[in-house]
């Protein structure tokens, strides 16, 4: 079977030397990683190269990279590319191909999936979506497509086309896409939320053992972790949750990485996503503080109530909010980027705590906090201990690697490199 026959390849590859020819997919070899994962990805946001050009991309410590976005349309036979983008991706590949780098394209993200549904929703529309896509592979060529599609049978941003059918469509889709000669040399891949795939009652599915046949492998988005004001405001990428207060467990590393295997999605086709970002809320002293202190040192509360809809704007990268694709005002994100982190005083470059910021570390999502009693602001993020956590998780688990969101939000490769450490 192709896949299995993939995956050995990937293991078989590690030393030999890199080429490209017009079968990329029959060499998944290693770049120049220092990671023992099989897999060392991240993903470049086209709408950053100002800030963060192809040439800043740490070649040499990535096998695959994920240019994001290209976005669905009503048209089944249309996907949709920017004009920037459309200029900036055969810049992309021809970067991550001269430095031995996969070059793949996401179709979808949160605010592309609104067509997901009705492209795979009928015989007709899936082969003109399997002919959009594969032209698109042509046109740019690229070595793999991941469908970032959020979410199938379920709603995402709140004005995507649902089917109950859904995920059975994708499928089909992914068979179609999978026979064809374009297909079958790439590297497909899902990005998935930490559930698996709904059912036709909008359930996780127990049956999805086909995808592992048709994909290379998923890529598990732990990161974003739902909280509610009452709920507490949490983690944003939780290792563990088994272990958090029982109205506060909303998925984590370990059990989705458990939900999917179930499913029926081998752990050597699962990667871990994992972010170079924090989530902020703004939550005064009294709820922040857990009154107990440490050498000294106050300690956060884990879970503290927030406002809904009082998010402030977190760095230079963040929206300043508006209107979504759905027509619905949105507030500022609140995110902070790992180097945000750094330039907006919360951290030294050096990682450690200025003066002034209260931190802790959560020994159950195995994830830290600050807070700034100031301004009032509090966040959840991810830096090197956490990091170092996850990639010793992706190896002990026998995961096929890591997927960072998103490469320009790592200082230095802090993150980075702290996660191939294994
Ligand atoms: C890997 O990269 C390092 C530095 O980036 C270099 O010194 C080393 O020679 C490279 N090794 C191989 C096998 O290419
Ligand atoms: C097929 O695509 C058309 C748009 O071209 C859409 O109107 C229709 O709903 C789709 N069919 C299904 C069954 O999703
Ligand atoms: C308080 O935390 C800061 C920042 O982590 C650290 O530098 C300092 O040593 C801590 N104080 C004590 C008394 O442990
Ligand atoms: C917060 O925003 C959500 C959707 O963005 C909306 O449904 C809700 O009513 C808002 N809540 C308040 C308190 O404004
Ligand atoms: C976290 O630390 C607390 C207190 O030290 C301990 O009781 C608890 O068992 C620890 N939990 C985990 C998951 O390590
Ligand atoms: C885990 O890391 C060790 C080296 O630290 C490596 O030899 C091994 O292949 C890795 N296992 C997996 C499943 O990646």
């Known amino acids: 079977m192709r896949f299995s026959a993939t995956l050995v390849l990937i293991l078989a590859a590690a030393s030999a030397a890199k080429t490209h020819n017009s079968h990329p997919h029959r060499h998944h070899r290693r770049a120049n990683s220092t990671s023992h994962s099989v897999i060392s990805s991240a993903w470049f946001a086209?709408?950053?190269?100002?800030?963060?050009?192809?040439?800043?991309?740490?070649?040499?410590?990535?096998?695959?990279?994920?240019?994001?976005?290209?976005?669905?349309?009503?048209k089944p036979s249309v996907i949709s590319l920017?004009?920037?983008?459309?200029?900036?991706?055969?810049?992309?590949?021809?970067?991550?191909?001269?430095?031995?780098?996969?070059?793949?394209?996401s179709i979808g993200g949160w605010t592309g999936s609104r067509y997901f549904s009705p492209s795979v929703g009928s015989t007709q529309n899936r082969t003109a979506f399997v002919t959009a896509v594969t032209d698109l592979v042509q046109q740019y060529s690229l070595d793999g497509i991941e469908f970032d599609w959020e979410y199938p049978g379920l709603q995402g941003i709140g004005c995507n086309v649902v089917n109950p059918d859904d995920t059975s469509n994708f499928l089909t889709f992914l068979k179609e896409l999978r026979s064809t000669s374009t297909g079958q040399g790439l590297v497909l891949s899902a990005a998935v939320y930490t559930k698996p795939f709904a059912d036709t009652t909008g359930q996780p599915s127990a049956k999805l053992s086909e995808f592992s046949q048709v994909l290379d492998y998923i890529t598990i988005m732990n990161y974003d972790t739902k909280s509610t004001p009452s709920s507490g405001a949490g983690p944003d990428a939780p290792l563990d949750d088994s272990c958090a207060p029982s109205g506060s467990q909303f998925g984590s590393a370990k059990s989705s990485v458990s939900?999917?295997?179930?499913?029926?999605?081998?752990?050597?086709?699962?990667?871990?996503?994992?972010?170079?970002?924090?989530?902020?809320?703004?939550?005064?002293?009294?709820?922040?503080?857990?009154?107990?202190?440490?050498?000294?040192?106050?300690t956060l509360s884990l879970y503290p109530a927030y406002t809904a809809n009082n998010t402030r704007k977190g760095d230079r990268w963040d929206g300043d909010g508006g209107i979504d694709v759905c027509g619905n005002p949105v507030g500022p994100g609140g995110v902070y980027t790992y180097w945000g982190l750094i330039d907006e005083g919360y951290l030294n470059a050096d990682g450690t705590i200025p003066e002034g910021i209260d931190s802790d570390f959560d020994n159950c999502s195995q994830t830290p906090f600050l807070y700034n009693q100031n301004k009032q602001i509090y966040i959840s993020y991810d830096n090197a201990e956490s990091f170092t956590i996850k990639g010793n998780f992706v190896n002990v688990t026998g995961l096929a690697g890591f997927a960072m969101w998103e490469a320009g939000g790592d200082y230095k490769d802090v993150l980075l490199d702290s996660i191939s450490a294994f």
Do not use: C
Not at 47 to 64: C, I, M, R
Not at 259 to 280: D, K, M, R
């Open 259 to 298: 939900a999917w295997t179930s499913a029926g999605i081998p752990a050597n086709q699962i990667v871990l996503g994992v972010p170079a970002y924090g989530h902020s809320f703004v939550i005064p002293p009294s709820a922040a503080l857990s009154g107990q202190s440490t050498n000294g040192n106050e």
């Open 82 to 105: 920017e004009s920037s983008d459309q200029q900036l991706l055969p810049q992309f590949v021809a970067t991550a191909r001269k430095r031995g780098v996969k070059a793949s394209l």
């Open 46 to 74: 086209g709408w950053h190269v100002a800030d963060f050009p192809l040439d800043q991309v740490s070649w040499s410590k990535y096998t695959h990279m994920t240019y994001a976005f290209a976005i669905t349309t009503p």
